[in-house]
């Protein structure tokens, strides 16, 4: 099966006991034992549930893994991954990561014990340099938040390869739809599957794929230990997401470009971050790894903190919202929403600046959101 016809099919089609061409939600949290000692394959919600199984399935189909494991929220799924390592843990990752994820590394697992070096992920030699006898993990993301810098999936593989290193790659912004990096060898792949896979903001949940049976059995393990599984119905509507994921990201894609070109030659717009357009970094290796370059554009304003204000406050399709990957366009202010929780002179240094604007292109009519975009850049002008 190709990729689009795995994403409407599922990894299990009909439901076999009913035919349903829908796999059905099956809202229960515990199961009948067929005899003591004997159930049919499941006996509680928390360990394992029809629904979020053909979920786990599918993505893990769809990323070309073996395993998959659903969570409440891409959160759940990252905490669940970093159970995996025990107290005295290094751990190295890339220095434009997402929010959440820092605030995760430095303000809960180090209280654990678990040390953390950041670092420009796409720099070898400094990767290299960080390694020391404790370093168990590197956690990259595929495609960078909210600078849209891509990573040389293949050499971060290379390197934690040669040092026997668990690899994790943070997939939520390209999806598989883009690039798969388990076929380049990386160990477990995390989604929140609250943006693209799902795609309508209407689900928080997460995701974690992985090839390796040992890892498999592990995440399962600490999936029920844990407790941080998602629930039947959120599944079940993530699945009816992935069924339109091909569609809708092409769709985004061609909004998007359409809108960093638009951008680009704006005189309100200092700078496009946008892989699709040549002078981004990560054009080249973008053209390279990925089938596309995506539906997220980030730009930097001119005229500073009022300019960001007056445009966020203008805007009237784009939706003044965090989160992105919906087919809603969303638009937002790293500095003080989604990396508020980085300190200030992290963030700086990520290249993550106060005059920095993230949309996430939705699947409205492009000439619809062009028209609000310079309504609202010239607004912010005005200022
Ligand atoms: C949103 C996001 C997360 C966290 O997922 P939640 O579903 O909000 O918990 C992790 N990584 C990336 C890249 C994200 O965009």
Redesign the pocket.
Known sequence: MRFETEAVHGASGPDPLTGAVVPPVYQTSTFVFEDVGKTRGYDYSRTSNPTRKELELTIAALEGAGHGFAFA???AA?STVMHLLKQGDHVIAQEDL?G??YRLFESVMNRFGLEFTFLDINDRRSIEKAIRPNTRMVWF?TVS?PLLNVVDIQMIADVAGGHGLLTVA?N??PTPYLVRPVEYGIDLVVH?T??YLNGHCDV???AVVTASPELAERMQFLSNALGTCASPFDCWLVLRGIRTLPIRMRQHEENARAIAAFLNAHPAVKEVFYPGLPSHPSHQLAARLLKGFGGMVSFEIHGGIPSVNSFLRTVKYFALAES?GGVHSLAEHPATMSHASMPEEFRKNAGINDDLIRLSIGIENVDDLIEDLSRSLAAGQRQ
């Open positions: 929220t891409g959160m990252e997402y959440g994820t993301e938040n943070d939520t912004l929140s609250t943006k928080v949940g997460g992105l």
